[in-house]
Protein backbone atom coordinates (compact mmCIF):
# COMPACT_ATOMS: atom_id res chain seq x y z
CA UNK A 1 0.00 0.00 0.00
CA UNK A 2 0.87 3.28 -1.03
CA UNK A 3 2.34 5.50 1.99
CA UNK A 4 3.31 9.33 1.50
CA UNK A 5 4.95 11.32 4.44
CA UNK A 6 5.97 15.37 3.62
CA UNK A 7 8.43 17.30 5.05
CA UNK A 8 10.26 20.42 5.28
CA UNK A 9 7.33 22.77 6.78
CA UNK A 10 8.29 25.10 9.39
CA UNK A 11 8.42 28.93 10.35
CA UNK A 12 9.58 31.45 7.40
CA UNK A 13 9.59 34.85 7.11
CA UNK A 14 7.49 36.88 4.32
CA UNK A 15 9.25 36.87 1.13
CA UNK A 16 11.39 33.34 2.06
CA UNK A 17 11.15 30.09 0.94
CA UNK A 18 10.79 26.70 1.72
CA UNK A 19 10.92 23.34 -0.02
CA UNK A 20 8.52 20.49 0.74
CA UNK A 21 8.96 16.65 0.17
CA UNK A 22 6.70 14.03 -0.26
CA UNK A 23 8.39 10.78 0.15
CA UNK A 24 6.47 7.81 -0.78
CA UNK A 25 6.90 4.09 0.13
CA UNK A 26 5.22 1.03 -0.67
CA UNK A 27 4.30 1.54 -4.11
CA UNK A 28 6.24 3.17 -7.36
CA UNK A 29 5.39 6.77 -7.31
CA UNK A 30 6.25 7.05 -10.74
CA UNK A 31 2.98 5.69 -11.73
CA UNK A 32 1.07 8.11 -9.69
CA UNK A 33 -0.54 11.34 -10.21
CA UNK A 34 0.65 13.66 -6.96
CA UNK A 35 -0.97 16.73 -6.10
CA UNK A 36 -0.07 19.22 -2.99
CA UNK A 37 -3.35 20.85 -1.36
CA UNK A 38 -3.15 22.93 1.76
CA UNK A 39 -6.10 24.27 4.53
CA UNK A 40 -5.71 26.76 6.39
CA UNK A 41 -8.04 27.50 9.66
CA UNK A 42 -11.81 28.07 8.36
CA UNK A 43 -10.94 27.37 4.93
CA UNK A 44 -11.42 24.71 2.80
CA UNK A 45 -8.67 22.00 1.44
CA UNK A 46 -7.78 23.23 -1.64
CA UNK A 47 -5.39 22.26 -4.78
CA UNK A 48 -2.14 23.97 -4.78
CA UNK A 49 -0.19 21.93 -7.28
CA UNK A 50 -0.36 19.06 -9.23
CA UNK A 51 1.82 16.95 -11.35
CA UNK A 52 1.57 14.28 -13.98
CA UNK A 53 3.22 10.63 -13.01
CA UNK A 54 5.83 11.77 -15.39
CA UNK A 55 6.10 15.09 -14.41
CA UNK A 56 5.21 16.07 -17.84
CA UNK A 57 2.43 18.04 -17.12
CA UNK A 58 1.97 20.60 -14.08
CA UNK A 59 -1.14 23.14 -12.71
CA UNK A 60 -1.19 25.36 -10.00
CA UNK A 61 -3.57 27.33 -8.39
CA UNK A 62 -3.45 30.77 -9.51
CA UNK A 63 -2.88 32.56 -6.27
CA UNK A 64 0.95 30.79 -6.24
CA UNK A 65 1.38 30.65 -10.40
CA UNK A 66 5.06 31.83 -10.35
CA UNK A 67 6.09 31.66 -6.93
CA UNK A 68 5.58 27.57 -6.54
CA UNK A 69 7.01 25.07 -8.70
CA UNK A 70 6.26 21.45 -8.44
CA UNK A 71 8.85 18.69 -9.63
CA UNK A 72 9.22 15.13 -9.06
CA UNK A 73 12.21 12.73 -8.94
CA UNK A 74 10.74 9.28 -9.85
CA UNK A 75 14.09 7.65 -9.43
CA UNK A 76 13.88 8.53 -5.83
CA UNK A 77 9.88 7.82 -4.89
CA UNK A 78 9.56 11.44 -4.49
CA UNK A 79 7.75 14.74 -5.34
CA UNK A 80 9.12 17.99 -4.23
CA UNK A 81 6.99 21.87 -3.64
CA UNK A 82 9.47 24.62 -3.54
CA UNK A 83 7.89 27.42 -2.42
CA UNK A 84 9.10 31.04 -2.94
CA UNK A 85 8.68 34.17 -2.20
CA UNK A 86 6.33 33.43 0.64
CA UNK A 87 2.91 35.57 2.19
CA UNK A 88 0.99 35.22 5.13
CA UNK A 89 -1.81 34.07 3.33
CA UNK A 90 -0.19 31.08 2.50
CA UNK A 91 0.06 29.80 5.67
CA UNK A 92 -2.05 26.54 5.97
CA UNK A 93 -1.19 22.45 6.90
CA UNK A 94 0.48 21.05 3.48
CA UNK A 95 -0.90 17.61 2.37
CA UNK A 96 1.22 15.35 -0.33
CA UNK A 97 -1.72 12.91 -2.16
CA UNK A 98 -1.18 10.67 -4.98
CA UNK A 99 -3.74 8.96 -7.44
CA UNK A 100 -2.63 5.38 -9.87
CA UNK A 101 -3.50 7.01 -13.27
CA UNK A 102 -1.19 9.69 -15.80
CA UNK A 103 -3.33 12.83 -15.03
CA UNK A 104 -6.12 13.65 -12.33
CA UNK A 105 -8.36 16.84 -12.07
CA UNK A 106 -5.98 18.87 -9.13
CA UNK A 107 -9.03 18.35 -6.50
CA UNK A 108 -9.24 16.30 -2.94
CA UNK A 109 -11.60 14.06 -4.04
CA UNK A 110 -9.62 13.06 -6.69
CA UNK A 111 -7.06 11.29 -4.80
CA UNK A 112 -6.76 8.37 -2.34
CA UNK A 113 -3.52 8.21 -0.90
CA UNK A 114 -2.73 10.80 1.82
CA UNK A 115 0.18 12.01 4.08
CA UNK A 116 -0.62 13.00 7.30
CA UNK A 117 0.71 17.07 6.56
CA UNK A 118 3.33 19.46 7.22
CA UNK A 119 2.59 23.14 9.00
CA UNK A 120 3.79 26.12 7.03
CA UNK A 121 3.26 29.41 8.73
CA UNK A 122 4.50 32.43 7.18
CA UNK A 123 5.10 35.30 9.52
CA UNK A 124 7.15 38.30 11.07
Known amino acids: QLQLVESGGGLVQPGGSLRLSCAASGATLGYYAVGWFRQAPGKEREGVSC????????NYVDSVKGRFTVSRDNAKNTVFLQMNSLKPEDTAVYYC?????????????????WGQGTQVTVSS
Open 51 to 58: ISSSGGST
Open 97 to 113: AATPTVQAMCVPRRFGS
